[in-house]
């Protein structure tokens, strides 16, 4: 099965802060994406990407940054992090058959 | 626009009673249906997915079938397990699409 992995795994910042949640994946795949779940919302695309160096928006980027620098390395920005981002992270990349393959998600608490 | 609706939030049950999880959605092309399952702390992973020779996808004891007619594709099993207990995403991507499209959700919890 595909290996998705993140990191940190629990993150606690203040608001205002900066924070960068990090993922890769090994199994060679160009689709990776970023979501946020809440309750209540499911789960809601923040960005994705299709390959190093590109970067598309989703349904609910506000206040995200995203760089994609490798085929395996993704990461999520927060530059000015604020209570509404407090959420279950989560990365996914995009194997055969259109079948997302998650990472395990990074808990962040804005404070 | 493509969407993907879950109607129950919270389904609770008894062990042993048949499952059935609503999923409908709304898709200008040809979609390609999802069920995933997350366990508590744990990450989404795919249940079953929908087959373009419209069989019938079957794993762990689910199954679901896609009704193109009712645009639906309900997730249903015979008999709860304990182990059943977990948050249901349906999801759908039109042919071709990079992306998938959830829905919100169903939290299932059978008890004994």
């Known amino acids: 099965e595909a290996a998705v992995t993140q990191s940190p795994r629990n993150k606690v910042t203040v608001t205002g802060g900066n924070v960068t949640l990090s993922c890769r994946q090994t199994?060679?795949?160009?689709?990776m994406y970023w979501y946020r779940q809440d309750t209540g919302h499911g789960l809601r695309l923040i960005h994705y990407?299709?390959?190093?160096?590109?970067?598309q928006i989703g349904d609910v980027p506000d206040g995200y940054k995203a760089t994609r620098t490798t085929q395996e390395d993704f990461f999520l920005l927060l530059e000015l992090a604020s209570p509404s981002q407090t959420s279950l992270y989560f990365c996914?990349?995009?194997?055969?058959?259109?079948?997302?393959?998650f990472g395990p998600g990074t808990r962040l608490l804005v404070l | 626009g493509d969407s993907v609706t879950q109607t129950e939030g919270l389904v609770t049950l008894t062990e042993g009673l048949p499952v059935m999880l609503n999923c409908t959605y709304q898709?200008?092309?040809?979609?390609?249906l999802f069920w995933y399952v997350q366990h508590l702390n744990e990450a989404p992973k795919l249940l079953l997915k929908?087959?373009?020779?419209?069989k019938r996808p079957e794993h762990q004891g689910f199954h679901a079938t896609l009704h193109k007619s009712s645009s639906s594709f309900h997730l249903q099993k015979s008999s709860a397990q304990l182990s059943d207990s977990a948050l249901y995403y349906c999801?759908?991507?039109?042919?071709?699409?990079?992306?998938?499209?959830f829905g919100s959700g169903t939290q299932l919890t059978v008890m004994p």
């Open positions: 990407s299709y390959g190093a160096g590109n970067l």
């Open positions: 996914a990349s995009r194997g055969g058959q259109d079948t997302q393959y």
């Open positions: 999801a759908f991507a039109s042919s071709g699409s990079w992306q998938l499209i």
């Open positions: 929908s087959f373009t020779d419209n």
């Open positions: 898709s200008t092309y040809s979609p390609f």
């Open positions: 199994n060679s795949h160009n689709y």
